[in-house]
């Protein structure tokens, strides 16, 4: 007799679009990452456009539902569940985890239903009354629940008052091995920049240019350097709409020919590999992927201690520190300190490799594999 697990398990990763976010690139990476003769792993999308389609190793799959907005995918989802009728479904991020759990109810092969938070919510701005309201209902139908951090998964417990038994904290998959690779080829050529060339250590910051991200705070922190981040230059890639407040806020500050704002970079690896101090100011984050790619890459950290990543990652490492969240003088003093001590700033560098190790991209998709291997063999399925 043949049994479930002597045949790949079909797993459907759905994901509201391919732009090239942290959420994305981690989906991507797991689906690269699974074997392919232990699971049969398809990326559904409710709207294929977007650079992460790039990153999708060949021979992976991308199945199209067409639909510019999410709230538009509920049925065609449906009907891909009710006629592929994959094992497990596996949703990341808010709005894709509320319609991936409603459209399980909605058909009668119901498969195991695995949803991934990225975030903390108490933090968060943007989640409404109803939005709220759908994630007190959705979460709890989830078979799984994975909290990109340990801090996030406390919360959605006491929150959400979720099962802690059905909520497990697997961090990102980097591909370690491809960041550092990349990195040493980039430092054989010149800076990405021409505007520093020779004016003292520049620091690297890499997000999006929104208000969670918290380049304003680095904005101040920088302005407030009084040692050796006075001769600092800071680069930060990525864009958003916070750039133009961004660029009045250097202005304002006097440290506007200290500020590159490059822009968005589809791989930021030179960015990482020229730079000599990468900072995360950031508000809230579910982990800080970014952390992970600069470690790779060689460059020590420095990181707020925000809710609820970056202490998962830097918590007692020797690759980076933490300073208090939102304290724009701490920054400046931990900056001055970092880049007035090039022997510890080397040290750090030199250790951030094996760290990162940790988050590996095979790592990762073992343990991802495990949870799968579990929870489809967990009977009965989660109650209505």
């Known amino acids: ?79 891909y569940l009710a006629t592929k009728r994959p094992d497990v479904l596996f949703a990341t991020m808010v709005d894709a985890n509320c319609l991936a759990a409603l459209a399980t109810r909605l058909v009668a092969h119901r498969p195991r239903l695995i949803l991934r938070e990225t975030n903390p919510h108490r933090a968060r701005e943007d989640l409404g009354r109803l939005r709220r309201r759908m994630v007190q209902w959705a979460y709890p139908r989830a078979d799984a629940l994975v909290a990109l951090s340990k801090g996030v998964g406390r919360e959605l417990i006491a929150d959400y008052g979720l099962d802690p038994a059905r909520v497990t904290t697997i961090h990102n998959p980097v591909d370690i091995e491809s960041w550092r690779r990349r990195a040493d080829a980039a430092r054989k050529a010149g800076p990405p920049w021409s505007e520093f060339a020779g004016a003292g250590p520049v620091l690297v910051a890499v997000g999006r240019l929104i208000r969670q991200k918290g380049f304003d705070l680095l904005l101040r922190a920088l302005a407030r350097c009084e040692g050796a981040g006075k001769s600092a230059r800071l680069v930060i890639v990525g864009e958003g709409p916070e750039r133009p407040a961004l660029e009045a806020l250097a202005r304002e500050l006097s440290i506007a020919e200290r500020v590159l704002m490059a822009g968005f970079a589809a791989d ?6 020229h730079g000599d101090l990468f900072v995360l100011p950031s508000r809230w984050e579910g982990f800080g992927h970014v952390i992970v790619e ?20 830097l918590a007692g490492s020797e690759s980076g520190v933490l300073v208090p969240p939102g304290e724009a003088a701490a920054l400046a003093a931990a900056l001055d300190r970092m880049l007035g001590d090039p022997q510890h700033r080397a040290q750090l560098a030199a250790a951030a490799p094996r760290v990162a190790e940790r988050f590996s991209q095979v790592r990762i998709a073992l343990e991802y594999a495990r949870l799968i291997d579990t929870v489809t063999a967990r009977t009965p399925p989660c109650p209505s």
């Open 1 to 79: 007799m043949t049994t479930a697990f002597e045949t790949p398990l079909r797993v459907a990763f759905f994901l509201s679009d391919l732009d090239p976010g942290g959420a994305q690139r981690t989906i991507v990476n797991l689906v690269n990452a699974l074997a392919p003769d232990r699971f049969a792993a398809k990326l559904i999308v409710a709207r294929n456009s977007g650079a992460a389609r790039d990153w999708l190793a060949p021979g992976r799959e991308i199945v199209d539902l067409g639909c510019a907005r999410m709230r538009d995918a509920l049925l065609p989802l449906r009907r």
């Open 268 to 273: 930021p690896t030179a960015w990482y590999a």
């Open 294 to 313: 600069a470690m790779a890459c060689g460059l020590p950290v420095i990181a707020f201690d925000c809710p609820y990543g970056p202490a998962d990652i």
